[in-house]
């Protein structure tokens, strides 16, 4: 059955580097979004992104991130100078057009600032 | 603000019982409601999708909603350990998925 896979599975930085967390979206899906989890509290929308551009995102994502399909597989979300408060579960999800609000969740990069 | 709100939990229910998780929601124009399964430390996997006042029911799990009084529950029927996670009640606007904080479920033995 075919999956939403993501990179690194973690991914540990100091703080002020500049992180490129990887997702590979099911082939034929239209529709890609990260969200975030910090734990122990509720998974939050970062930002949607269809037909080659952002949609639809939320006040968490400032300036300091930014999200790219590159080619016709990769969906990649950019934090620029991390912080402390980025740490957190990262999940990308995609959807392939028909209801939005079904969608499928990778299983996560969990980042860590330090 | 858009808000969904849910009991944390978690809610211990014997092998067998019904669990029974509620969520409400603040924007009356919401149309679409969603169930998302999350076990410790994965991703969320949706398991219900409910649009109509009135029940759904898939296998042993069953979703309720009722617009005028801004609820959504689902209730496991027959529940099993293996239903021990954390269930997120989910609404969309637009493009993006609002969940609830989760409510944490403990099937016991």
Redesign the interface.
Known sequence: EPEVTQTPSHQVTQMGQEVILRCVPISNHL?F?W?RQILG?????LV?F?NNEI??K?EIFDDQFSVERPDGSNFTLKIRSTKLEDSAMY?CASNPGL??????????TRLTVL | QKEVEQNSGPLSVPEGAIASLNCTYSDRGSQ???WYR?YSG?????IM?IYSNGDKEDGRFTAQLNKASQYVSLLIRDSQPSDSATY?C???A?????????TQLKVEL
């Open positions: 529709y979004y969200y509290q509720k998974v939050e929308f949607s269809y949609s639809e939320s999940f209801d939005l609000g079904e969608q499928f969740f990778g299983p996560g | 679409s409601f969603f999350q994965k991703s969320p996997e949706l999708s997120l989910a609404v969309i637009g493009n993006k998925l609002t969940f609830g904080t989760g």
